[in-house]
């Protein structure tokens, strides 16, 4: 079994360590192609940009038969349009952590990176079907890159904003909304004493699971678009 994983080295090998056996992980480092991507994803804006170099990629990953591909930031961006472009499996990690934090808990808190953030995260769970099911989001305050530091004082205060969307909200489980955040799962999670879906790993064993099962997106959901249809025929 081959996946793309559509983000960093560091990442990268962060999922080869929880990789089943079996599993090739590769990034396509290699690929130069035509889309940048941002360093972060902190707006609408940057939510485009990353849109497009998803979508090339995973037409990419697909041309070099790779049996699925895992997307790399929890907003998703250019999922729905990638889907429609190729026939393989996209796992996104936001609607991945989402749907499975309805499946272990009937009230959940989503912790995004800034107040900035809220409203798309709004946005996100709206889309997914389950915003009835969450008792709040919550800004962390902290931008994407500075959590990536793993600073002490950091992952204090992510326990602390955990704690009270447990004590405070009535959260039953905690989703990051962000996979920087993500991995810090492992170190917050025993502090915070409720499950804590980390977006990364979670995503993996979703893909590892639909291309084991044989499945894919409905090409009746995400059909290729009519103007590549029209021109293949052509």
Known sequence: ??????GTNERLNYLREHASAGVELDNMADFTGTKSRPASIESRMEEIELAQWVIERSIEAERRGFDGVITGCFADPGVDAARERVRIPIVAPGETALLSARMLSHYFSVITPLQQTVPIAREQVRKVGIEPFVASIRPFGVAVERIRDRDP????????????????DGAELIVFACA???????????????????????????????????????????????????????
């Open 180 to 234: 920087s955040m993500s991995l810090l799962t492992d170190v917050v999670q025993p502090r915070i004493g409720v499950p804590v879906i980390n977006s990364v790993k979670l995503s993996l064993r979703a893909a590892e699971m639909l291309i084991g099962a044989g499945l894919t997106h409905s090409a009746m959901t995400f059909p290729t678009p009519i103007k590549l249809e029209h021109e293949v025929a052509a």
């Open 1 to 6: 079994m081959r996946i793309c994983f559509l």
């Open 153 to 168: 004082e950091t992952i204090d205060k992510l326990v602390a904003l955990g704690l009270q969307c447990v004590g405070q």
